[in-house]
């Protein structure tokens, strides 16, 4: 009797112990639902660290005077020594709810906290600084000594992988450029179709590498030269599923004072190159 009691009173603690396992995991999942929007009244979706929200979806934010992203500014970067010229990030922070948009003010800042880093010489006639990680939502230039403050871009974009190359007669600011949400996830940010810049200290001015079509995976200066080789992913094969994680790749040459932008290797050799893949003659 006493055996049968124990073994109904077993039963009893497993259902129980079973019933509560099961709450347990339906909270969590409903936790995990509501942590990724799915039971948010408004569509607007979780945005990654410094990415900027897709042109459609910040759009939908204007027409309810509303606003989801805050600009901030990163510790300033000194560029150029001799003529005291820092470089100032503009990055932008995501709120968890959007919050209705007030009279914009200014304040006068603390002080800054600066930072520099050391030259090291490399084996292409330019120095080349500390490697900038990170993504932008733009650039200020700023000089000190003349009180002079410049905003590099006018239009939303987002920039990333900046480095600071170092001529004899120049210091050139390269980085990738994102303009548009291409790959349609909500954000514009380094996984969409990115075009390179060079930002010159000397002339002040930028110029955009692109053919239009085609983003830009890599490049490298060419010996002794301000010119580059550039990579680029063929976008004509974006919806193209591979065995490798790389897409196609051409690469072009971008001359520096014509700004011109050409194939490196001819159309005849690209034709004989594939029919050997195809095993055509």
């Keep these: 009797m006493k055996i049968e009691k124990i073994r109904n009173f077993n039963q009893v603690m497993l259902a129980i112990a079973g019933i509560l396992g099961i709450l347990l995991l339906i909270v969590f999942i409903i936790m995990m639902l509501a942590e990724s929007g799915l039971f948010r009244g408004n569509d607007y979706r ?151 810049c060079i930002y010159s200290l000397r002339t002040e001015k930028i110029k955009k590498i692109t053919d239009g079509v085609n983003s830009i995976k890599r490049y490298q200066f060419t010996e002794d030269s301000k010119d580059l080789l550039v990579e680029f992913s063929l976008n004509q094969y974006k919806d193209v599923k591979f065995n490798s994680y790389d897409k196609p790749i051409t690469i072009m040459k971008y001359e520096f004072e014509t700004e011109k932008l050409s194939e490196i290797i001819p159309q005849e050799i690209q034709q004989q190159l594939q029919k050997l893949v195809e095993g055509k003659k």
């Design 46 to 196: 979780t945005v990654n660290s410094n990415s900027l929200i897709s042109d459609e979806n910040v759009e939908t934010l204007n027409q309810e005077n509303l606003r989801k992203q805050i600009v901030s500014y990163q510790s300033p970067w000194l560029i150029d020594t001799l003529n005291a010229i820092y470089i100032i990030p503009v990055s932008v922070t995501t709120l968890a709810k959007p919050e209705e948009i007030e009279t914009y003010y200014t304040e006068e800042s603390g002080s800054l906290g600066l930072m520099d880093t050391r030259s090291k010489f490399g084996r292409k006639g330019y120095y080349q600084k500390h490697y900038f990680k990170g993504q932008y939502a733009n650039l200020i230039v700023y000089q000190p000594t003349t009180n002079k403050t410049t905003l590099l871009f006018n239009e939303r974009i987002m920039l990333n992988d900046m480095q600071a190359y170092y001529f004899k007669d120049d210091i050139l600011l390269v980085f990738y450029l994102s303009e548009k949400d291409t790959n349609n996830d909500g954000v514009i940010d380094y996984e969409d179709d990115r075009n390179l």
